[in-house]
């Protein structure tokens, strides 16, 4: 659930003070979702806010989950909403008529898309996304039964399966949404496949970038993991990939013994990715995460006034830091290197969603998996010593593998920037202030270090 614990006085969707009031968000919604819920055959008996993004001038976004019951049988199901808040009530109504020209999937309960007027919102109830063409589909598992037994080949598949069962993984409105497929084949062998909704063309480049990977030497050795793309519906927007048996390292980090010496090997891994030759666009560069760090003190000076003037801080250190700092190599980057996209698998190690994969400084990576520890261990889902020692071993094992080894002051300003630009931006995305203090005081460290 999403932690609203901060909405500025001055912020630009007011709405959003009452919509974060979960008894008068789930009594709107049974006033907007059907005659069946305003005779009150149906109710919304309690109703809460997932995720919430927000960006500073742009929009703001939530996830909505709706427990729904029938009086007479008690809870009969979930409805998922995706919802965008407009300024004004005048464009929330405008985009709202120019939906009903659209062909939406019916949900389980109510309409496919609802406007709550006097919230200036727009919900598009799941497996409807108006970003997402491929997600409708996605969730109907017989239809993507039909799919695989029409082309197995897309699927990674030698021969037609027989039966199917699906589970969705992750949701992030708006932007992607995960399933896992389970096929039956005639002989009663199962095989699992992944798939991955996304919007405007991104699968297609996702796609090629892993197609890329996949094909080089270091991968097909084994120095590193990562799943296989079987194929691309254009169509869809849907990217089907071997879906790893196992967990990721976030989901688990707590209850592993020896994460330490796993960091070795995540290390080497990395260093082992770092040093394939492809040919792939330059994005994530020490000027690029310069330009981060810069733009996430104008967005918590405009949003967590409380915390702008130590985010100001720290980001003028790492400014000036920066200007000590020579250029670094280039080489191929992660660009998401953190432990949610690190498994636990049959393979070994599995690096995952290689989505942003690009040409930059191989300090990006690092620095992001650095910060993403230190946040496990600001928050408690880590044991602050075993987290010192897991980032030691890390690094030590991927400069021992790494043509270019990274010195300590450039792998620290990377984390502490990654803390102020990554971690702490997404709290002011997420209207939750609760880390930012400690993010910052272990940033400011960093940078002095």
């Known amino acids: 659930m999403a932690k609203l614990d901060h909405i500025p006085a001055n912020f630009e969707f007011p709405q959003l003070r009452e919509i974060a009031d979960t008894e008068k968000l789930a009594q ?3 006033r907007h979702l059907g005659a069946s819920f305003v005779s009150g055959e149906m109710c919304v008996a309690s109703c809460a806010i997932d995720q919430l993004s927000y960006t500073p001038k742009s929009g703001c976004w939530i996830l909505l989950a709706a427990d ?60 409807n996304d108006p970003n997402l063409p491929g997600l409708a589909q996605m969730a109907d598992a017989e239809k993507i039964l039909a799919q695989a037994q029409a082309a197995p080949e897309k699927f990674g598949l030698r021969h037609s399966p027989v039966a199917i069962t699906a589970e969705q993984t992750k949701y992030v409105p708006g932007q992607r949404c995960g399933y896992v497929y389970h096929f039956t084949l005639a002989d009663g062998a199962t095989r699992a496949v992944y798939g991955k909704a996304y919007r405007n063309g991104e699968g297609e480049k996702a796609h090629a970038l892993m197609k890329k990977i996949w094909q080089s030497e270091a991968c097909q050795r084994g120095r590193f993991v990562l799943p296989e793309a079987y194929g691309y519906d254009p169509n869809l927007q849907v990217l089907w990939q071997e879906a790893i048996s196992g967990q990721p390292f976030a989901k688990i980090a707590e209850s592993i013994p020896n994460l330490p010496e796993v960091a070795e090997e995540i290390g080497a891994r990395l260093a082992a990715f770092h040093g394939v030759e492809l040919p792939l666009p330059l994005e994530m560069t020490f000027e690029f995460q310069i330009k981060e760090v810069r733009r996430t003190m104008a967005a918590i000076a405009r949003t967590f006034s409380d915390h702008a003037a130590r985010s100001k801080l720290v980001g003028e250190k790492l400014l000036a830091a920066a200007e000590k700092f020579g250029p670094g190599p280039i ?44 946040k496990m261990k600001a928050n408690w889902k880590i044991d602050p010593e075993v987290a010192d020692q897991t980032m030691a071993n890390f690094c ?54």
Not at 334 to 345: E, Q, T, V, Y
Not at 426 to 438: E, P
């Open 28 to 30: 709107t919604l049974q």
């Open 68 to 127: 729904i019951h029938r009086r007479d049988r008690g809870e009969i199901g979930r409805q998922i909403f995706y919802g965008k808040l407009f300024r004004r009530s005048r464009r929330a109504q405008k985009a709202f008529e120019r939906q009903q020209s659209k062909i939406w999937t019916p949900p389980q309960f109510g309409p496919a898309v609802l406007h709550i007027s006097e919230w200036a919102m727009m919900l598009w109830a799941y497996p």
């Open 331 to 374: 080489t191929p980057v992660h660009a998401s290197f953190k432990f949610s996209h690190i498994f636990a698998a049959k393979k070994g190690v599995t690096f995952i969603d290689f989505d942003g994969a690009c040409l930059g400084d191989p300090g990006y990576d690092v620095g992001r998996f650095i910060a993403h520890l230190y």
């Open 396 to 449: 030590a094992a991927y400069n021992r593998a790494a043509a270019s080894p990274l010195p300590p002051e450039r792998s620290n300003w990377f984390a502490a920037s990654h803390l102020l630009a990554s971690q702490v931006y997404k709290s002011v995305k997420r209207m939750d202030a609760s880390l930012i203090g400690k993010l910052l005081k272990i940033a400011d460290h960093l940078v002095g270090a």
